[in-house]
């Protein structure tokens, strides 16, 4: 007799023809076989590289507005929301309010799964309505399978109060298409082991959730060229980063770097401002909020050619072909 089942005929829950033997294989060919299913990974999340910007727009649009971004997830996928949520302040300079994330589960299921809460509905509406969600927000639910509870709980409340949602999942069949803004459904297919979706599920996912959050930050001005220009300085390592930038840009000398960057309060921005343009730090953060937070509108200068002489003359003087090879 057949048993019944709601999620036996998920994709993520579906068994691999290619891994049917997997238990036999070397650990080589283990490996190899995992590569091969991460190959097809790869071609899901090109296929949904057009929804993947249309929700780029959509972030970018309810950051201009003062919008935030929130996360909701359990299990595999809400720890990625996690990942994202906790990355950007140091990463892109932003507040910890403007980039938040729900855990079914909260806090302690970030490293202690907690199963059963994944199930739970009004626990995930109840989680959201803490954030007060609001029209300017956008609210990304995450859920491989699309049958998390929890997750459509807190969507069924975002979308409400007026929120975006967007919905990121690997069951491109899922019905709630009809009910968000935007899916993104890369089809990944059954997992190496059948329904474990820390694997393809997780990755592709992990692809998504850092296009769109890195894709967004660059559009609100976060980066200069490829440089991580709102770095925070929470490190030796991160200030020795915010340093080299300053050599990049301005052709300072790391001591001389040193000194704007303390004049600059930490600023790498306001610096970079204030040696181009020969400015004080307040006439500098002013120029950058008539910019729009953009280093480049602000000087009128691009980074570019800086850039590509500089990957030159590493390129040249290691003789290995690859850039500056001696940095870790």
Not at 21 to 46: F, Y
Request: proline share 4%; hydrophobic share 40%.
């Amino acid at each position: 007799m057949a048993v019944q089942s709601k999620w036996q005929s998920l994709p993520t829950e579906a068994i691999n023809p290619a891994t049917l033997a997997i238990d036999k294989l070397s650990p080589t060919d283990i490996v190899e076989g995992m590569l091969n299913e991460d190959r097809k990974m790869l071609a899901a999340v090109q296929r949904e590289k057009e929804r993947i910007a249309c929700g780029v727009e959509i972030i970018t649009q309810a950051l201009r507005r003062g919008g935030r971004i929130i996360f909701v997830g359990a299990g595999t996928s809400g720890r990625l929301g996690v990942l994202e949520s906790a990355e950007m302040p140091p990463t892109f300079g932003t507040s910890p309010e403007l980039v938040l994330a729900i855990m079914a589960g909260g806090k302690n299921a970030v490293v202690r799964a907690k199963e059963g809460i994944e199930d739970n509905h009004e626990e995930g509406a109840r989680s959201v309505n803490r954030l007060r969600p609001g029209k300017k927000d956008v609210v990304i639910g995450v859920s491989a399978s699309g049958m998390t509870q929890f997750v459509r709980g807190a969507l069924t409340r975002a979308r409400r109060a007026g929120s975006k949602i967007v919905f990121v999942t690997c069951d491109p069949r899922t019905e709630l298409q009809t009910f968000v803004d935007l899916t993104i459904a890369p089809a990944v297919g059954p997992e190496v082991i059948a329904g474990s979706t820390r694997l393809k599920a997780g990755t592709a996912t992990k692809m998504v959730l850092n296009m769109l959050t890195t894709a967004s930050m660059i559009r609100i001005g976060k980066t200069y060229g490829n440089l991580m220009v709102d770095v925070q300085m929470g490190s030796e390592k991160l200030r020795d980063r915010a340093r080299r930038i300053i050599t990049i840009v301005t052709d300072l000398d790391s001591d001389a770097a040193d000194a704007l960057l303390r004049r600059a309060h930490w600023n790498v921005k306001a610096a970079i401002v204030m040696q181009k343009a020969g400015l004080t730090y307040p006439q500098a953060v002013a120029r950058l909020r008539r910019a729009h937070d953009f280093v480049r509108d602000a000087i009128g200068e691009d980074v570019e050619g800086r850039l590509k002489e500089l990957l030159h003359v590493a390129t040249s003087s290691d003789g290995t072909g690859r850039p500056d090879s001696g940095r870790t």
